[in-house]
């Protein structure tokens, strides 16, 4: 059964740190682009980070460059997503998803939640002082 898993979610003061963390089972994800999506309370869910199928290539929203990191361990077949200096803003529930495609590019447009065909079901960030 294919399926994305993500973990590492909780709740966090303000400046703090989280890694979230998307593992595949039933297939090889190293082989495609994989992103981190976000949906916050009332608000449509948007793509925050996507890296290319090489991990070469990655795009980062611009609410959360210098802070989030993207990265992808191959042996592991696991996505991170490295999350620094959090804001009440960045609460969310966080989704792991892939388009699917083994292409080594990555652009905005690439990072969309019109392109993913695989989800996983999402991690809570909640920010609280």
């Known amino acids: 059964q294919v399926q994305l898993v993500e973990s590492g979610g909780g709740l966090v003061q303000p400046g703090g740190s989280l890694r979230l963390s998307c593992t595949a089972s039933g297939f090889n994800l190293n082989y495609y682009r994989v992103g981190w999506f976000r949906q916050a309370p009332g608000k449509e869910r948007e793509g925050v980070s996507c890296i290319s199928s090489s991990g070469g290539n990655t795009y980062y929203q611009e609410s959360v460059k210098g802070r989030f990191t993207i990265s992808r361990d191959g042996a592991k077949n696991t996505v991170y997503l490295q999350m620094n200096s959090l804001k009440p803003e960045d609460t969310a529930v966080y989704y792991c998803?892939?388009?699917?495609?083994?292409?080594?590019?990555?652009?905005?447009?690439?990072?969309?939640?019109?392109?993913?065909?695989?989800w996983g079901k999402g991690t809570l960030v909640t920010l609280s002082s």
């Open positions: 998803a892939t388009d699917r495609s083994m292409l080594d590019s990555m652009t905005s447009s690439a990072c969309s939640v019109g392109r993913m065909n695989t």
